[in-house]
Nanobody, 120 residues
Framework: QVQLVESGGDLVQAGGSLRLSCTASGFIGRINAMGWYRQAPGAQRELVAT???????NYTDSVKGRFIISRDNDKKTMYLQMNSLKPDDTAVYYCNARSATSWGRKSENWGQGTQVTVSA
C-alpha cells in the first residue's frame, strides 16, 4: 500500500520557521519528482516547490529565498524548510510523489496533508 505521510505542521508566529517532512512507503517503482503543494481556505491547491530524483528544485515565486526543499532518497523522505514565515503561508501542506515502474507504469500519489498556521 502506497503511503505518503507528512509531519511537522504547527502554529507559529510570523517570522518563525518550520520544517515539514514527508516519508514515502509501499512504492513499487522508482520515485521521480516529489513536491509540496498547499491549499488555503477557499483557495485552490497551489504548487510550493518540487524536487527531482537528482536534486533539481523549483519554487513558486512567493517562497523563493525563504523555503528550501530537499530529499533523502535512501530514507525516501522529502523535507520543506520554511523560514521567515508569513500569515499568507497559512494552509494545509500536501506531499506529492510521482513514480514509475521499470515496465512503464506511472503513478501519482498524495499525502493526507499537514496544517501550517502562521499568526501575525
Amino acid at each position: 500500500q502506497v503511503q505518503l505521510v507528512e509531519s511537522g505542521g504547527d502554529l507559529v508566529q510570523a517570522g518563525g520557521s518550520l520544517r515539514l517532512s514527508c516519508t514515502a512507503s509501499g512504492f513499487i517503482g522508482r520515485i521521480n519528482a516529489m513536491g509540496w503543494y498547499r491549499q488555503a481556505p477557499g483557495a485552490q491547491r497551489e504548487l510550493v516547490a518540487t524536487i527531482t530524483s537528482d536534486g533539481s528544485t523549483n519554487y513558486t515565486d512567493s517562497v523563493k529565498g525563504r523555503f528550501i526543499i530537499s530529499r533523502d532518497n535512501d530514507k525516501k523522505t522529502m523535507y520543506l524548510q520554511m523560514n521567515s514565515l508569513k500569515p499568507d503561508d497559512t494552509a494545509v501542506y500536501y506531499c506529492n510523489a510521482r513514480s514509475a515502474t521499470s515496465w512503464g507504469r506511472k503513478s501519482e500519489n498524495w499525502g493526507q496533508g499537514t496544517q501550517v498556521t502562521v499568526s501575525a
